[in-house]
């Protein structure tokens, strides 16, 4: 199973941007897919964004053109930049690792088995 850790949460006034990163590890067979969910206090956890290990992205439609997801391959490491933050964006933010071939798609938590700590964003207003 892979091994995720997650940094780079924080609190920020709405307008701002965060960098959250993602150190992954173990991988057994072929590179994950991975991705970011997030899960807000008294609501499901939601897929924000996703990455495929050869570069193609997929994102929440609530945050279109202000995320973006990247991989360093070389680091097994994936970032999710957070620009024009909104108070709506608060949540606990997960990194998730998941087969390239699942069933589910990519915004269900069923396609992934390996999940990392969490880690706090906070927009105030």
């Known amino acids: 199973q892979v091994q995720l850790v997650e940094s780079g949460g924080g609190s920020v006034r709405a307008g701002g941007s965060l960098r959250l990163s993602c150190a992954a590890s173990?991988?057994?067979?072929?590179?994950?897919?991975m991705a970011w969910f997030r899960q807000a206090p008294g609501s499901e956890r939601e897929g924000v964004a996703a990455i495929y290990p050869g570069g193609t992205t997929s994102y929440a439609d609530s945050v279109k053109g202000r995320f973006t997801i990247s991989q360093e391959n070389d680091k097994n490491t994936v970032h999710l930049h957070l620009n024009s933050l909104k108070p709506e964006d608060t949540a606990m933010y997960y990194c998730?690792?998941?087969?390239?071939?699942?069933?589910?798609?990519?915004?269900?938590?069923?396609?992934?088995?390996?999940w990392g700590q969490g880690t706090q964003v906070t927009v105030s207003s």
């Open positions: 998730a690792a998941g087969s390239v071939y699942g069933i589910f798609p990519w915004s269900s938590v069923r396609r992934y088995n390996s």
């Open positions: 173990g991988y057994t067979s072929s590179k994950p897919i």
